[in-house]
Each structure stands twice: as C-alpha cells, then as structure tokens.
C-alpha cells in the first residue's frame, strides 16, 4: 500500500508541471485572483513557499522510501531545506523569475542532472522550483501593490492584472 502512494507522489510532480505549463499567463478570473493574492499579501507568498518546500522535501522523501539511502540524494533535500527559510527562498524566487539567464542556467542544470539517475531527485526538485518561479510575483507588481492596492483589485481588468503580473 505505502509503495503505491510512494509511485503517486512520484507521478504526480511531473503531472504537476504539466499542468502549471497549462496555466501559465492564462486570462482568467481565477488567475487574477491568484496574482492579486500573491501580490498584495504577504501571508499567500509565504503559504506558496512553504507548499513548495514540503513539495520538495516529500518528493526527495518518496525516492529515499524506494531507493533506500543514497549521498546522490543530499543535492535535492538540501534545495527542499533551504527553501524552509523565507528570505532565502523570496530572494531566489525573485531572481530567477526576473532573470532569463538564471532561467537558462537553472534549466541548463535539470538537463544536465536530469541524465544521470541517481539525480533525477535534484532534477525533479529543480524544475519544481523554476516553475515555482515563474509564478511568483515580480517585484514591479510588488511595487504596484504597494502604492495602489484599490487600482490593483478595481480599476485593472483580469488581462491587465495577468500581464502586469508576469
């Protein structure tokens, strides 16, 4: 039974992926829900990260369950640890959103650990965390927040809110 919701988690996180690629700049009224929360309150963002770390940590915890111990499982559960502490994990979150050459080399990296099997964890812990990235706020709607939270929710339309937010 426990090998079963072991192989879930397992599948999930590429599902996971799939369908964050499926909902990414999406117009939407949810959408712009989801970008004025992570925009205006501080509490969504740390709620955000703090899914993403245990995300991370259960899926490295999934392959310790099948594999058994292994020193190429360190990388993966020390991304799934940092990413506990908030300033750390808002500070990358941010500057992997806003930069596309960190973009490139972070994915250069899920490529490269991505061949090797042992690595698959690091790989997989990686690609969760660029995606992680590309939808948390950049700090341009940060600011916007901050000065006008009423025009924010009121005055922009749900296209306006998602284009401003990525």
């Known amino acids: 039974m426990s090998v079963v919701i072991i192989r879930t988690i397992q599948f999930l996180i590429p599902v996971l992926m799939l369908i964050a690629l499926l909902l990414y700049k999406r117009k939407s009224r949810r959408m712009a829900r989801f970008c004025i929360a992570m925009s205006v309150r501080p509490k969504c963002r740390k709620a955000y990260m703090l899914a993403l770390s245990f995300i991370v940590i259960l899926f490295c915890f999934s392959f310790f369950a099948t594999t058994g111990a292994s020193l190429w499982q360190a990388p993966a559960l020390l991304l799934g640890g940092m990413l506990l502490r908030y300033d750390l994990t808002d500070g990358m979150l941010h500057w992997i ?13 899920t490529l490269f650990t991505l061949m090797e099997e042992q690595l698959y964890s690091l790989s997989a812990s990686m690609s969760l965390v660029i995606f992680a990235a590309m939808f948390y706020p950049s700090k341009a709607i940060l600011e916007i927040a901050r000065q006008s939270r009423f ?6 339309t749900d296209e306006d809110i998602v284009d401003t937010y990525f």
């Open 97 to 109: 959103h806003e930069d596309r050459v960190i973009q490139g080399i972070f994915f250069g990296l």
């Open 151 to 156: 025009h924010l929710e009121n005055v922009m």
